[in-house]
């Protein structure tokens, strides 16, 4: 996984270069899987726009019909890839997307056979000068854009308010801008968290919709239908608010009619839609054990297109298999789909139940193949700890069941793994949080999405021990710290690692009459049953930081230790039933043996030890060796009140036994750091995704 190599792969004629990066250059990628087939090319999509209303339509709504007007016939689903805003080692408002990255990612996105690229907010001139250039180049096969624009000020969470003119002005704006930029006609100054420059590339041909807004706070939300019950509805020219709609409903009706009204002065028209997701979606839950998801609903079909809009809208959906919990619950969800009981197939089909008439786009779903996870779901479909080639699986079985209920497209989350992002069960282990983009967490299943990894690149091992029975070296890189155990003699059935990050504890380590050395956290290796589990001492189990009824209570305690652990979910009760629903972990201390280098035989992108002959390697998370923040150095003491306090580092302590002998090292020393370097792959299975994306690909 750290070693500098320089890899080729050829799919087709086409040469993909990928990045291993520090800000500066790039080196080719290593190829996604031996046999790798890109998607056949099939029949012309080359734009071709119908007149409808005196406007050039490229896309419009027929009905729950999507259609889309190309040259070889109108097609009506859209399989397609979300991008996000920026690159490992930068935050989202950063917009770190350069000319370089897109002139590697669109080919290759082109090759997976998609169809759409959505994209969250305005991204940088290049993105869209890039988009064009690849699109004139590939006629027949373009990328049509799928633009959201953002609420640039939040606020309304505090305020209650959606109404306030600040939030209302600044979104106005943003989608005035965002208009011109697809328009190549926007020249914008610097702005804090939004992408800056001049835009003079006109992508407006190959635009197929708009996605607007954020996935809404439910109890924002319902404070500002509230507080704004007497507002009007909505009657503008383009877009209007229906019978009983919500106060909510009428401000985004008045958003989208603004965006409409600026495509129609520019003689353009394509449905529009905002961000919806299952916590605020029309349906009633009564199962949900949570408040908060299931408080108040918005509704597509109460924000209506006039007939002088003939692009129309749609209802667009966020929409995972396991979040929130009434996937679990409910039972009119359990349907029988492909043989089995599948509740997102029934909850999709609810979906389109409820917006007949209207077409439905999963604008985001997907799986992460992340170490961490935060949820469970029925079928195996959590919220992560999945092996790259079950992620894709997952994510291909989704996209058929998409295609298959008659929705009009599926967009899959995401195209590269992103390490700004957060988790609610590691966030509070993460400090400070603004510098979270610097390393990229196996812990945090957000941060691994991506269809394509992005795998940081460390430096060589450095010997920390040579003893007569063994020597010890160590590397780390932005996601792991590495220990490579070399024997001189045969492996004993106990290897044991203690981890001494910040001292203190009791006399032993668990389960043995080990001397700790003042460890916090461990290694126990048993190679006669093939087994590894991480520990740390209790009084530094991070899992109380979740706050939750139970998780500061001794948990497989041996010896003032516990099995490391993440919380998965809390206690709650079903409504329905009165059911009480323990809290849930996932023991992510079992750790998992396997091949770590990527693009060798047999790799497991979960596995973090693996035994060959008389050598022991190790990769640990920097979070189950208690590091709040390793790029600066900071470790994490949850303290007794259940807050996180962090502490400054040196170096990491490691005692090793081979069986009872102790070898003492010099420890883990590494320099913070500032500039983060990443190696981009395609992950393993991806061929999974290819062939389901051709599968539901009109042609």
Known sequence: MRARRRWVFVLGVLVLLAGQQACTG???????????????????????PQRAGGLSALAQTEGDRYVLHTAHGDVDFLPGVNLGSTTPGHQPGEVDISAEDLR????????????????????????????????????????????????????????????????????????????AAVHGDLNRGTMPG?????????????????????????????????????????QGRYFRSGDGASPTESWLAARMDELAAA??????????????????????????????????????????????????????????????????????????????????????????????????????????????TSHS????????????????????????????????????????DEWFKLSWNTAGRQLP?????????????????????????????????DDPAATVRAATDESWVHVELRSSNDLPGLIALGFDVVGGGGPWLPGTRLPANGADYAVLIDTTRNQAQAWVRADLDPTVLDNLPGTDAPAGDVDGWRPQRLTTNGAHTIPTTGQALPAEFFDVGDLRRGE?????????????????????TLRLPWGLLGMADPSSKLALVPRPDHT?????????????????RRIDTGGITWQSWQDVRYRERVKDGAQTYVDAVTAVTPR
């Open 26 to 48: 790039s080196s080719p990628a290593p190829p996604p899987a031996p046999g790798f087939v890109p998607a056949p090319p099939g029949p012309s999509w080359a734009p071709n």
């Open 644 to 660: 996180a306090a962090t502490v400054p580092v040196d170096h990491i302590g490691l005692t090793v036994y081979l069986g009872d």
């Open 596 to 616: 770590m280098t990527p693009g060798a035989p047999g790799y497991d992108n979960l596995a973090t030890w693996q035994v060959a002959g008389r050598t022991v």
């Open 377 to 416: 779901a029925p079928l195996d479909r959590g919220q992560g700890n999945h092996p790259e080639a079950e992620a894709m699986a997952q994510d291909a079985d989704m996209l058929r069941t998409i295609r298959a209920l008659g929705l009009a497209g599926g967009l899959l989350f995401a195209w590269t």
């Open 263 to 372: 495509e129609a002065q520019r003689g353009q028209t394509v449905p529009v839609a905002f961000i919806n997701w299952p916590t605020l979606d029309p349906l009633r839950h009564p199962d949900e054990p949570r408040e908060g998801e299931d408080l108040v609903g918005v509704d597509a079909n109460r924000v209506l297109a006039t007939a002088a809009w003939p692009g129309g809208t749609f209802a667009s959906y966020h929409a995972y298999p396991y979040y929130p919990d009434f996937q679990r619950y409910e039972p009119d969800l359990q349907i029988d789909w492909n043989g089995r009981t599948d509740p997102y197939a029934g909850y999709l089909s609810a979906l389109r139940r409820h917006h007949a008439g209207m077409p439905v786009m999963i604008s985001e779903f997907g799986v992460p193949s992340s170490l961490g």
């Open 104 to 179: 590697r990612w669109l080919p290759l996105m082109g090759q997976f056979g998609f169809r759409v690229l959505r994209v969250y907010t305005i991204l940088p001139p290049a993105f869209y000068t890039e988009l064009a250039a690849y699109n004139t180049a590939h006629e027949n096969a373009p990328l049509f854009l799928m633009q959201g624009v953002y609420l640039p000020d939040e606020s309304y969470v505090e305020k209650g308010n959606l109404y306030d003119p600040a939030i209302t002005n600044s979104f106005t704006g943003e989608i005035r801008d965002a208009v």
């Open 433 to 465: 949080a603004d510098r979270r983009q610097l390393w990229h967490d196996p812990l945090t299943n957000e941060q691994y999405f991506g269809l394509v990894a992005t795998d940081p690149v460390g430096g060589p091992p450095e010997v920390i021990a």
């Open 194 to 234: 939004r992408a800056t420059g001049r835009w003079t590339t006109d992508v407006s041909r190959w635009l197929a919709g708009w996605i607007i807004g954020s996935e809404l706070d439910p109890y924002a939300v319902r404070a500002s239908d509230v507080r704004n019950a007497d507002a009007p509805k909505f």
